[in-house]
């Protein structure tokens, strides 16, 4: 029970195959029909998965269970990416939708992403009733949903072809309008392949393909950009051949990460800084545009968001968490937020309902298809840009966010404070809220640099940024990432960190 109990996540529901059988599998589908119809009071439900193995024995138990106890089900049975998944539920706002996936976790993960009317985010604390944190009480407690009189009915739910027409529309991606455009595109045996050939083949882009066909097996390695190990293949192919851009998804295709045509990652701010007028068009019938707002991650490059700052929208740190930055999108809307990023490649929009008729309002959500034609197009469009964000990516060198798991949770504080104590020593500036106030749920230690800057700012010839936090989509892991202006500048302080977890690591308590 205390491994299943884990499976609660911050965002989402999460854990590995074995752990979900026999009646943990029957009480946890129980305990999210009754959350579904009695929390949430919805009389539909979408319901899509993506190419893990397991899940489709997991979709006909959810589809059982739904109908039986009175709720109508709206369903795609095909793999599908999770932004697909989203389209539909904006197609259907009355209704709820869970998505069966584990995202970019390997092979033998299963879980639940969950939404509620409107797309609305639904995670540990956030949602009808507390959202996850209410189906965990159902779970604990073991308790039924209300019987109903009546059984609910099941329809398919097709939408792929809607769902590429409307990203390419607000996109401003025309018919044959990226014809001469050489792309690559990596899935990693994932779900999201199918909507990018639909697109970018209609788009006139010549486009090669690779591990394309969804594969719950996942040959290539874990569905994960950030893995080296699933990503050099794609690397080495970029290097080889002729692309103007790379494209690489993780295993539901919520993740977009970009390469440049020798394989390197775009960072994803500073692709951010290059999509932002085209967003500030996006809105500029709905908002004064240069009252214009959004959320960078707390591991976002200084150097990001000055090149942010600089195209005439306000910058602003947030802590990490789909469903927590959407939810914040959401919240602050009338405010002029409209966009958010993680350095993790994931992208966000208050997207409208309708392009066409922005009274009908919008919804915080993720559509990594709208986000990579949007790229292509900017990348086309300004060639010189991204050849200028390519020349200061040489200048900063990144350890990406790598992770210590720990046996149990007991000492994750006690690494992250005395990590935290350490950089104060070197003489940091420490910072840990937001810029409204409210807490990170992380901790950014910058050298060199102070804990706010405008777009005016002068950056110093050396300096060096280190966050961390602890991963609250895994189990007991903390994360760590250093960015710096100077090579042997970032090792050190990499290294610093590095030690620390060694010892933990040698004491037993963690591993890597």
Known sequence: MEENIRMFKAYDIRTKQHLLEGEARRILISSIVKYYKEDLAVSCVVLSRDARLHCASLMENLVEEFVKYGLDVLVNPLQSSTCLF??????????????????????????????????????????????IDRIKEYYVKELLP????????VKPLFLQNEYVEYSMKLAGVEAGSLKGMRIFGEFLSGSSGMDFLLAFSRAGAEVTLSDFVPDGFFPSGDPNPVVESSIAPSRRKMRDGEYDLGFCFDGDGDRMDLMFSDGEQIIPGLNMSMLVPYIKQIFSPYYDINQLKCFVDVKAIPLAII?????????????????????????????????????SAHY?????????????????????????????????????????????????????????????????????????RKMQSLGCVVIKDMDDGSDLDATLMRFNLPSGFDSSYEFPSSWCQVAQRISRSEDAMTRWEVVASDEEICKKYNDIVKSIADRFVAEGAAYY
Not at 107 to 130: D, L, M, P, Q, T
Not at 146 to 153: L, N, R, T, V, Y
Not at 368 to 391: C, D, P, Q
Request: net charge negative; charged share 25%; glycine share 8%.
């Open 146 to 153: 209300e019987k109903s009189c009546i059984k609910g009915s």
């Open 307 to 343: 090149e942010i700052a600089r195209t005439g929208i306000e910058p602003h740190i947030i802590r990490n968490g789909h469903s927590f930055i959407k939810e914040k999108l959401r919240e602050h809307k009338d405010e002029g937020y409209v966009a958010a990023e993680e350095e």
């Open 348 to 420: 966000y929009m208050n997207f409208p309902y309708d392009p066409d008729h922005p009274e009908k309002g919008f919804v915080a959500t993720e559509n990594t298809l709208f986000y990579a034609l949007l790229s292509a197009r900017a990348m086309k469009e300004n060639m010189e840009g991204y050849a200028r964000i390519k020349e200061m990516q040489k200048h900063i060198f990144r350890y990406r966010e790598w992770p210590l798991n720990f046996v149990d949770h007991t000492r994750m504080n006690e690494i992250m404070d005395e990590v935290e």
């Open 86 to 131: 989203y389209y539909s539920c904006m197609m259907n706002p009355d209704a709820a939708g869970i998505m069966i996936t584990a995202s970019h976790n390997p092979g033998e993960y299963v879980g639940f992403k969950f939404v509620g009317r409107n797309c609305a985010a639904i995670a540990s604390g956030c949602g009808v009733n507390g959202g």
